[in-house]
C-alpha cells in the first residue's frame, strides 16, 4: 500500500515532539536586550535586566517584635518574680532618650530601636503592672525573645532579586524598603498578529455565505493582553499571496513577534509557509500534537532586526492550544531569558480517555479538588479543534503523553491548570 502522509498520520519523520519543538524554540531565539529605567510602581509585572543587590541591612536596626518592655536578658529573674522601674519610652521612629541601666525596663512599642544595653523584649500581656513606672515580671521569659535582629529579613550586600525575574507586588516593597525609586527592566516584547482567510470577516461586516466572523483574533488579544506586551493588531488580510507578503513585511519591520492564525496547512489557499521561506527561514512547521499539529516556526528580518514568526493553526482551540504550549513561554523568554514551559500537577480520571499513540493530546478538561485533598479531573465533552466552548468551560488542559494509549477511570494524569 503507498503510504501517503496525511492529517490522520502522526508518524511523520519532519514532525517535531513538543518537547523538541520547545528546545528548537530556546536554541533560535535571543531574548531581548533593550533595557529602560522606569519609575517603581511601573515596573509590576516587567522582567528585571539586572541582580538586585541590598545596599542596606533590613531591617536596618535591632527592634522589638512586639509592644512591651524591654531589658537586658541576663537581668531576667531566675527563679521567682522580680520588679523593674520603667525608664524611658521607645516608640517605631522615636529611639528612648534615656540610658538604659540593669533592674529597669524601657516601655517599646513595636518597630522601637532597642535600647543600648537591653536585647530581651517582655510583651506587655505578660508583665503586671505594679504602677506607673514599676511592673512585675515572671521567671518564664527567654534572652533574646520578641526581638527582630538588623539584616533578619535582608542583610546588606546579598542578592535578593535575581536578573530575569518577573516582579511581583512583594518584590515592589522590598525594593521600596531599599528606597530605591526607580528601576531596570528589559523593554516590553512588541507582537504584531493578524487572522488570514478569504471567509473571515470582522466584527460589524456582515457574512455572506461560508463566512465566519474572526474569533482568533479576540482570543489572542485576550491571551497577549494577560502577558503585559504591546499588541498590534493588524486585522485580517485576505488568503493572497502578495497581501500576505506585505503584511509579514510590514508587521516583521514594527515588531519583535509576528503571529497568524490560519492557512498553514497544504491546502491551495495556504501561503504563510511559502512566503515565510521566501522572506526568511522555517525553522519547524509540523508537530506531534493534538490540536496543534499544523504550527510554523520561523525568523523573518534576519540580518536586522530579528522578528520571530509563529503560524498557528486557523482552527480557535489548536490557537489557544499552541500559543499556550510555545508562544507564552517563547515570548516570556524572549522577555526574561528564563524558559518555563506550563507547570503540570496530577489527577485522577473520573472518565476514560481515548488516544492514539504517536502525539501528545492535550484535551480539555474540568479538575476539582476532593474531600481527600487529592485532584481529579474528566473531559470537558466533544474535543474537536473548532469547539472554543471547550476552553472556555475547562480549567485545565489533560495532558496526554506521545506513547500514551488512553487511560481508565482512576488512573493518574497529569493536568496543566489554566
Ligand atoms: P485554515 O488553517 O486556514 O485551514 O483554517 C482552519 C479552520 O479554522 C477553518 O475552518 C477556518 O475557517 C477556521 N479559522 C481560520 N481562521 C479563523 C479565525 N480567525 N477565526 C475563526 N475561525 C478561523
Ligand atoms: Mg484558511
Known amino acids: ?38 519609575a517603581l510602581r511601573s515596573c509590576l509585572n516587567r522582567y ?28 531576667l529573674p531566675n527563679n521567682k518574680a522580680k520588679d523593674y522601674k520603667i525608664v524611658g519610652t521607645s ?20 518597630g522601637g530601636v532597642m535600647p543600648v544595653g537591653t536585647d530581651t523584649v517582655i510583651m506587655q500581656e505578660q508583665v503586671e503592672l505594679i504602677n506607673e513606672t514599676t511592673v512585675r515580671i515572671n521567671p518564664i521569659h527567654k534572652i533574646g525573645q520578641n526581638v527582630r535582629q538588623a539584616g533578619e529579613d535582608i542583610a546588606k550586600g546579598s542578592t535578593v532579586l535575581a536578573k530575569g525575574r518577573q516582579i511581583t507586588p512583594a518584590d515592589l516593597g522590598i525594593i521600596a524598603s531599599f528606597g530605591l525609586s526607580e528601576l531596570c527592566v528589559f523593554r516590553k516584547p512588541r507582537v504584531a498578529f493578524f487572522s488570514t482567510g478569504d471567509e473571515l470577516r470582522s466584527i460589524g461586516e456582515t457574512l455572506s455565505e461560508g463566512d465566519i466572523y474572526d474569533s482568533n483574533r479576540y482570543t489572542l488579544f485576550g491571551m497577549l493582553k494577560k502577558l503585559d506586551v504591546e499588541i498590534l493588531d493588524m486585522g485580517v488580510i485576505a488568503d493572497d499571496r502578495a497581501s500576505i507578503r506585505n503584511a509579514f513585511i ?11 492564525s490560519g492557512g498553514v496547512s497544504v491546502g491551495e489557499a495556504d501561503y504563510i509557509k511559502p512566503t515565510l521561506k521566501a522572506l ?34 486557523g482552527n480557535p482551540v489548536a490557537v489557544m492550544v499552541t500559543f ?18 506550563p507547570i503540570t500537577l496530577q489527577a485522577r480520571c473520573s472518565s476514560k480517555l481515548y488516544k492514539r499513540a504517536g502525539r501528545t493530546e492535550f484535551q480539555r478538561g474540568i479538575f476539582k479538588q476532593r474531600l481527600d485533598g487529592t485532584l ?20 485545565c488542559f489533560i495532558l496526554l503523553p506521545e506513547k500514551s494509549t488512553g487511560y481508565d477511570i482512576n488512573d493518574l494524569v497529569e493536568i496543566q491548570v489554566f
Open 324 to 341: 499556550m504550549q510555545f508562544v507564552q513561554p517563547a515570548l516570556r523568554y524572549f522577555a526574561s531569558g528564563e524558559f518555563n514551559p
Open 1 to 38: 500500500m503507498n503510504k501517503k502522509s496525511s492529517c490522520a498520520d502522526p508518524f511523520e519523520a519532519d514532525a517535531l515532539s513538543v518537547n523538541e519543538a520547545r528546545k528548537k524554540i530556546i536554541d533560535t531565539l535571543k531574548p531581548v536586550t533593550n533595557i529602560e529605567k522606569l
Open 91 to 110: 516608640f517605631a521612629g522615636k529611639p528612648s532618650t534615656e540610658n538604659y541601666k540593669l533592674g529597669q525596663v524601657t516601655r517599646i512599642m513595636t
Open 48 to 75: 528585571l535586566s539586572d541582580d538586585i543587590i541590598s545596599p542596606i541591612d533590613v531591617p536596618s536596626h535591632v527592634n522589638s517584635a512586639m509592644d512591651g518592655y524591654a531589658l537586658a536578658g541576663n537581668d
Open 250 to 260: 510590514t508587521a516583521s519591520e514594527m515588531a519583535d513577534f509576528v503571529i497568524t
Open 280 to 313: 526568511g527561514d522555517s525553522h519547524f512547521w509540523k508537530i506531534r500534537m493534538k490540536p496543534g499539529r499544523p504550527l510554523t516556526f520561523g525568523t523573518l528580518n534576519k540580518t536586522t532586526s530579528p522578528a520571530w514568526f509563529f503560524g498557528l493553526p
Open 376 to 395: 481529579s479531573v474528566e473531559r470537558t465533552g466533544k474535543q474537536g479543534s473548532g469547539i472554543l466552548t471547550s476552553m472556555s468551560i475547562a480549567n
